[in-house]
């Protein structure tokens, strides 16, 4: 069974910046995709980013051009989320997930993630 564990959320000022790192479980997942979601109060769940696993080719929500930087570390199926200069519109709770091979859509998540930014 595969696990995806998230950690790096926190409180922080606006203008600071957090690392969010996510970690598959399994060595012997094939995945196609990696990718953060974030869910705000009373809002729905959005895509924010995401990366191909094989090719490393990389897509951001509107929000998050310019500010917030996706990448990977085969060797340790992590998947990391370099948020800077975070604005209060930013906290949520953010998701990670993974779109395995043979999927039509991620299909594995993590328990989530806070993420605060005080104004």
């Known amino acids: 069974q595969v696990q995806l564990v998230e950690s790096g959320g926190g409180l922080v000022q606006a203008g600071d910046s957090l690392r969010l790192s996510c970690a598959a479980s399994s060595r012997t997942l094939s995945m196609v995709a990696m990718g953060w979601f974030r869910q705000a109060p009373d809002k729905e769940r959005e895509f924010v980013s995401s990366i191909r696993w094989s090719g490393g080719s990389t897509y951001y929500a509107d929000s998050a051009k310019g500010r917030f930087t996706i990448s990977r570390d085969i060797r340790k199926n992590t998947v990391y989320l370099q948020m800077n200069s975070l604005k209060p519109e930013d906290t949520a709770v953010y998701y990670c997930?993974?779109?395995?091979?043979?999927?039509?859509?991620?299909?594995?998540w993590g328990q989530g993630t806070q993420v605060t930014v005080a104004s």
């Open positions: 997930a993974v779109q395995r091979v043979g999927a039509n859509n991620y299909d594995v």
